[in-house]
C-alpha cells in the first residue's frame, strides 16, 4: 500500500510508538527528505516489534549532517554521499560511522498536466534553464527551445540542504550547490509537488517516488542525455538498468558507531533496516539495491 506524505512532516517528527519509554530505546534519525519514506515505512514495521521508539526528521541532508555530526542523531539520512566539510565536522565532533546503501532512486523532472508542448528535455536544455546565468534571464519556456510558447517558467526545486539539490546541481549544471536562485524552493517534496500542480507554467526536480504518489497531479518528463538517440523516462526498470542517465543516484544512511556499541536499539534497527529494505523501498517507490548489498551492509553491523 502506498504511503502519503503530508507537509507538515517538514516542522514535525513521526513518532512510532513502543511499548518501552526508556532513552535506551529512542532511536533518533533525520536527514533527507527523499530516503526519509524508506526509512519511515521501516520504523513503522520495527515500532510494532516492541524494540525501540525511532523518531523520524526531514531537515534534509545537509541540515540531517549538522545535527549527526553534532553526535544528536543515531541515524542519517542521506541522498548523496558525505561531503569533505561533513566529515571533517564529523571527525570534529568525535563521531565515526558507517555509510550504508539502501536502496536506487532517480531524480524525477515534472510540468504541469497541462503542458502539451514538453515530450522532452536535453540535459543541455536544462542546464539552460537551472544554471547561475538564467537568473532573470531565461524567464519564458520560449528561451528553452524555439517553437514553446511564451508562457513564464515558473521553477520548483529542493533547498540547498537537500542532497537532491547537491546531485541535480552536479550532474546537470557541472557543479554540486551551482543553480541559479530565483525559484521556489523547499526541503519538503510535497510543496514542490503542489507547486507545479498548481502552475500551468510549472517545473520542478524530486525524487522518482514522490512523482508515483503524485502521478495524477503531474507530468514526467523524459531526459535525453548528451549522445543519446533517445530520451528515457526515469521508471523502477531504467533506473536499476541505469538507461536513465545521470539522474539516477543510490541513497544512504549514515550510521554512529557510538549509537551502535551503546544503544541495542540502533543495532537492531539498523539490521532491520537492511533485512527488510527490498521489499519496503519497492512499497513506496524505490529501487531496492541487489540483495548481495543489503548482506555485505549487514555484514558491517
Do not use: H
Amino acid at each position: 500500500m502506498k504511503r502519503i506524505f503530508f507537509a507538515f512532516f517538514l516542522t514535525m517528527s513521526l513518532v512510532v510508538c513502543s511499548k518501552s519509554g526508556l532513552a535506551a530505546d529512542l532511536i533518533k534519525v533525520d536527514g533527507s527528505s527523499t530516503v526519509f519514506p524508506i526509512t519511515e515505512a521501516v520504523a513503522e514495521e520495527f515500532g510494532k516489534q516492541g524494540k525501540g521508539r525511532v523518531i523520524v526528521g526531514i531537515s534534509g541532508t545537509g541540515g540531517g549532517f549538522k545535527r549527526f555530526c553534532r553526535g544528536e542523531t543515531d541515524i542519517s539520512d542521506a541522498s548523496r554521499p558525505i561531503k569533505q566539510k561533513e566529515i571533517d565536522a564529523c571527525r570534529e565532533g568525535g563521531v565515526q560511522y558507517i555509510e550504508l546503501k539502501v536502496a536506487f532512486d532517480g531524480l524525477a523532472v515534472v510540468v504541469n498536466p497541462q503542458n502539451t508542448w514538453v515530450d522532452y528535455l536535453t540535459v543541455e536544455e536544462l542546464k539552460k534553464i537551472w544554471e547561475p546565468g538564467a537568473q532573470n534571464v531565461i524567464m519564458k519556456w520560449s528561451q528553452v527551445r524555439g517553437g514553446f510558447p511564451a508562457g513564464d517558467l515558473q521553477l520548483f526545486g529542493p533547498g540547498t540542504d537537500s542532497g537532491t539539490f547537491d546531485y541535480f546541481t552536479e550532474v546537470i549544471n557541472g557543479k554540486s550547490g551551482s543553480s541559479r536562485g530565483d525559484f521556489t524552493a523547499s526541503e519538503d517534496d510535497n510543496v514542490l509537488v503542489e507547486g507545479v500542480a498548481s502552475s500551468e507554467g510549472g517545473l520542478g526536480y524530486f525524487g522518482l517516488a514522490y512523482y508515483e504518489e503524485n502521478a495524477g497531479k503531474l507530468k514526467i518528463v523524459p531526459v535525453k542525455a548528451a549522445g543519446s538517440v533517445q530520451a528515457v523516462a526515469p521508471s523502477k526498470e531504467t533506473v536499476l538498468e541505469g538507461s536513465y542517465t545521470p539522474l539516477s543516484r543510490p541513497l544512504f544512511i549514515y550510521v554512529s558507531k557510538n549509537s551502535l556499541k551503546t544503544k541495542p536499539a540502533v543495532k537492531s534497527f539498523v539490521q532491520y533496516y537492511l533485512q527488510n529494505a527490498a521489499v519496503l523501498c519497492e512499497e513506496v517507490g524505490y529501487v531496492p539495491l541487489p540483495q548481495s548489498e543489503y548482506e555485505a551492509g549487514l555484514s558491517k553491523i
